[in-house]
Nanobody, 124 residues
Framework: QVQLVESGGGLVQAGGSLRLSCAAS????????MGWFRQAPGKEREFAAA????????NYADSVQGRFTISKDNAKNTVYLQMNSLKPEDTAVYYC?????????????????WGQGTQVTVAS
């Protein structure tokens, strides 16, 4: 099993920045891809960004492209999501996910492990 713990969420003004962290523990050798998803109240969970654990290939949703950056620190088994130029519509619970596939696809069904989520609120 793999455990994922997110941190770094909070309240920020529009135009501000936050950096989310996701620390993985357990059978981390089985992780080949990691992603960030988000879910706003009353909406379905949606893809934000993903990265392959070895090669570092990335993928972003159109809605965050150019504002969010996903990165990783293999030594710390941690993935980050740097979020800049935040907008009120970015308000959501952000979830970290890990896949046993080397993938950056935006499909949540390919991710095997999920964190509990961290709240991000962007005030206008």
């Amino acid at each position: 099993q793999v455990q994922l713990v997110e941190s770094g969420g909070g309240l920020v003004q529009a135009g501000g920045s936050l950096r989310l962290s996701c620390a993985a523990s357990g059978r981390t050798f089985s992780i080949y891809g990691m992603g960030w998803f988000r879910q706003a109240p009353g909406k379905e969970r949606e893809f934000a960004a993903a990265i392959t654990w070895r090669g570092g290939s990335t993928n972003y949703a159109d809605s965050v492209q150019g504002r969010f950056t996903i990165s990783k620190d293999n030594a710390k088994n941690t993935v980050y999501l740097q979020m800049n130029s935040l907008k009120p519509e970015d308000t959501a619970v952000y979830y970290c996910a890990a896949s046993r596939l080397s993938t950056v696809v935006p499909d949540p069904s390919v991710y095997d492990y999920w964190g509990q989520g961290t709240q991000v609120t962007v005030a206008s």
